[in-house]
C-alpha cells in the first residue's frame, strides 16, 4: 500500500477556455424568454491552493482563485412590438477566496479492491 506523507501542499492551476453553451433568463422582457448561443467568448481562471495534509485521507486548505470571462453580445428576434432585443457584450473579472476540506477515499479502495476480485 502506497503511504503518502503529512505536512504542507500547494497546487498552482490555468485554465482556459471557451463556454460551450451560454444561456441566460431575462424575466423582465420578452415575457421570460431566454437568450442562448454557443461558443460565446472565453474565460482564464488562474486557482492558488495552498494547505496541510492532516492525515493519510484528510487536508485542509486556502484556495485563491482569480478570473476574467469576456462575452459576445447576444442578440434574439421576438415576434412582438419589441423587435430584437440585445444581451450587451460583458466583462467580468473575479476573485474568489475559499477554504476547501477534502477526503479522499484512495486507501478504502487500495484495501478492499483486491479482496472484491
Known sequence: MRRIELGWRHQIQLIAGVPLVTNISNTEVNE???F???F???QIRFKG???YQINE???TE???EMGFSQCNAIGQDFEDSVGTTEFPESNIVFIYPGLIAMWSFYNFSEKYSRNLL
Open 40 to 42: 460565446n467568448g472565453f
Open 62 to 64: 486556502f484556495g485563491l
Open 49 to 51: 491552493i495552498y494547505g
Open 36 to 38: 442562448s448561443e454557443n
Open 32 to 34: 421570460g424568454a431566454s
Open 57 to 59: 485521507n484528510f487536508i
